[in-house]
Every structure is written in structure tokens, then in C-alpha cells.
């Protein structure tokens, strides 16, 4: 595909259930990023990955949230145990380089729409 | 603390007029600034970064240090022009976004 991908776009859960998200980057971007909007607010930062390791997940806001990108590409968003509060949109976007950051050249995808009722 | 703020959650004007997004951030150091755009039904894309000094799609946006502001402006907004903007700063390997402004522009 020619853009960042992910999946699903919509997804409807009930409190306590997991979930998990999936993003597919662009073909041969290093970098992939993992972002959280709420309602009314702008993107908020979660993790981010160069290749397959995981460089920063200071912005996972506890324990039930986790991410993994194991083979460098695709990489999965995974929160445990669902709560109401963890409603949002969640974006994922990746560069091309590890310097793609300090350009701003992040490309986003369409983001997962997660409601938990 | 590293903090980016976009105080006016809705800016309306019509077609022709000026337009100014304003942004002020918060940062200790260098700042290196951005301003990404999300039309209707397309993704969050960049839209111009300071470092460049580029006018994108009549779109302009200064760094001023004293002011710790980087205010997106153009000269006579058009139509398409509606659309969210955020603006960012880069604080190491990521970057802090602003909570958004939605600029609509009416014929």
C-alpha cells in the first residue's frame, strides 16, 4: 500500500476485554510511532520504535498498555483489560530514517477508533 | 516542562481574509517546530517545519524566540483551507503536539 496502515479502523469493546492494534508502515521506514488522541485533544505520545527495539515508552500510561514491532515492520498496540478512560483514537506513524523526526516527516495512518463501553 | 499550546479551539473567517493559528510553546533549549494539517477524511500530514522557512500552500510561520511562539499565517484564506492544525515540537526523539485548532473558512 502506498501509506501507513492500520487496523481496525473501528473497534467497539466492552470493559475488561483486551485489544489489540495493529499498524503497518510504509514500506522500508525505519521509525514507527504510536500515538493517543482523546476528544477535543491533539495527538499525545506513546512509544516509538527504530527497527525492532523499542526506545522510548515513556508515554504508556501504565502497565496494561504494551507494544511490540518483533520483525521491524508490523507492529501491534496491545491494552489489557480495557477501561472507559481508554477511549480514543490511536495513531500510528513511521519515517523514513531515525532522523525522520527531526524533519517532522512523520507519516500518519488513518488511526483506530477505540470505544470501550 | 516541554508544552505546546494552541489557545483558540475554533477560528472561523471568510474567504479572502487573513488568516493567523496562533501557537506558543514552552522549551528549554533550541526549539525545533511544525505545523501538521488534517483535512477532512485524510490523514494528520506535515505541513511545514521552521527550519525550512518555506511557504507552503500560501502558509507561513515564524519562529519567535522571544516570544516562544510560531504562529501559522496566511495573507487571504481559501475554502480548502478548512481543516484541523497542530502544531509540534520536536523534544528529543518525539514530538509534543498541541491540542488543535480548527480553522473554517466560508465563501
Known amino acids: 500500500g502506498a501509506g501507513v496502515s492500520q487496523s481496525p479502523r473501528y473497534k467497539v469493546t466492552k470493559r475488561g476485554q483486551d485489544v489489540a492494534l495493529r499498524c503497518d508502515p510504509i514500506?522500508?521506514?525505519?521509525?514507527l510511532y504510536w500515538y493517543r488522541q482523546a476528544l477535543g485533544q491533539g495527538p499525545e505520545f506513546l512509544t516509538y520504535f527504530n527497527y525492532e527495539a523499542q526506545q522510548d515508552k515513556s508515554g504508556l500510561p501504565n502497565d496494561r498498555f504494551s507494544a511490540e514491532r518483533p520483525e521491524g515492520s508490523i507492529s501491534t498496540l496491545t491494552i489489557q483489560r480495557t477501561e472507559q478512560r481508554d477511549s480514543a483514537m490511536y495513531r500510528c506513524?513511521?519515517?523514513?530514517?531515525?532522523?525522520?523526526?527531526?524533519?517532522?516527516?512523520?507519516?500518519f495512518g488513518e488511526g483506530s477508533r477505540l470505544t470501550v463501553l | 516542562a516541554q508544552r505546546v499550546t494552541q489557545p483558540e479551539k475554533l477560528l472561523s473567517v471568510f474567504k479572502g481574509a487573513p488568516v493567523e493559528l496562533k501557537c506558543n510553546y514552552s522549551y528549554s533549549g533550541s526549539p525545533e517546530l511544525f505545523w501538521y494539517v488534517q483535512y477532512s477524511r485524510q490523514r494528520l500530514q506535515l505541513l511545514l517545519r521552521h527550519i525550512s522557512r518555506e511557504s507552503i500552500k500560501g502558509f507561513t510561520a515564524d519562529l519567535n524566540k522571544g516570544e516562544t511562539s510560531f504562529h501559522l499565517k496566511k495573507p487571504f484564506a481559501q475554502e480548502e483551507d478548512s481543516a484541523m492544525y497542530y502544531c509540534a515540537l520536536r523534544n528529543t526523539d518525539k514530538l509534543i503536539f498541541g491540542t488543535g485548532t480548527r480553522l473554517q473558512v466560508f465563501p
Open positions: 506513524a513511521s519515517s523514513l530514517t531515525l532522523a525522520g523526526v527531526y524533519t517532522g516527516e512523520l507519516f
Open positions: 514500506s522500508g521506514h525505519v521509525s
